[in-house]
């Protein structure tokens, strides 16, 4: 038993109730990080993703409510002036954001959600959410390799290659912002490592509030 399901085990065993958390995943464009994101939604039962707003225009493969939750403008001005956002951008002209309702019930209920935003996002929601968000940026090993695997996909011309890796520098840059970084060298690994922080982040003592219960009957308990 590794490290991992010896910790999720104890908590599963003693049955203490916990804070769900905001976990943040950041990453330049080929680096791993939407790979990672659907290697943990498959596996961690615990977990769900965060469904943007957006008032792009649904594609025929889109189903509203899972792909997106498409809105008109008007409808998503009214969201952001009412602070119903965590956080919220504008992309080529089309507006972004994260429903805050739907984050904070699910923490509340001990449910872990995952964030699939960019370092702006991440600056933005970690002065809504504070504690309860941990965010993870995930590393190519190089320039280079990065490079590499945006060739490898064969999905993008050499000029948007080009602007992906200009991109990637400038993202790269904001790495001191996020509380831990993955090297992405081997996928297997980088996922180890993606689930060790999760682990050590459920066990923490400010996210854990059936403690108080925990530890008040362990105290009257007669030997």
């Known amino acids: 038993m590794d490290n991992v399901t010896r910790h ?3 908590a599963e065993r003693f049955s203490i109730a916990r804070r769900g958390l905001m976990l943040v995943l950041s990453s330049p464009s080929g680096a ?3 790979t990672i994101a659907r290697n943990l939604l498959e596996n961690d039962p615990a977990f769900c993703l965060s469904v943007s707003v957006t008032t792009r225009t649904r594609r025929s493969s889109e189903i509203d409510g899972q792909h997106y939750h498409f809105r008109s403008v008007r409808d998503f001005e009214v969201m952001r002036d009412r602070d119903e956002l ?3 951008a504008e992309v080529h002209g089309n507006f972004y954001g994260t429903p805050r309702a739907q984050a904070e019930e699910a923490i509340t209920n001990g449910q872990d959600m995952l964030f699939d935003i960019d370092w702006q996002g991440a600056q933005q929601m970690k002065q809504t959410v504070g504690a309860d968000m941990v965010s993870i940026f995930i590393l190519p090993p190089s320039i280079g390799e990065l490079n590499a695997r945006l060739k490898r996909r064969a999905e993008d011309s050499d000029a948007v290659i080009e602007t992906r890796l200009k991109n990637a520098r400038a993202e790269i840059a904001h790495w001191r912002e996020y509380d831990y970084i993955v090297i992405n060298d081997d996928l297997d690994n980088a996922f180890r490592e993606v689930k060790s922080i999760i682990a050590a982040e459920r066990l923490r003592r400010d996210r854990r509030p059936g403690l108080f219960d925990f530890i008040s009957d362990m105290l ?4």
């Open 8 to 10: 999720t085990t104890e």
């Open 32 to 34: 791993g990080k939407s």
């Open 86 to 88: 965590l956080e919220w």
């Open 220 to 223: 009257e308990e007669d030997v």
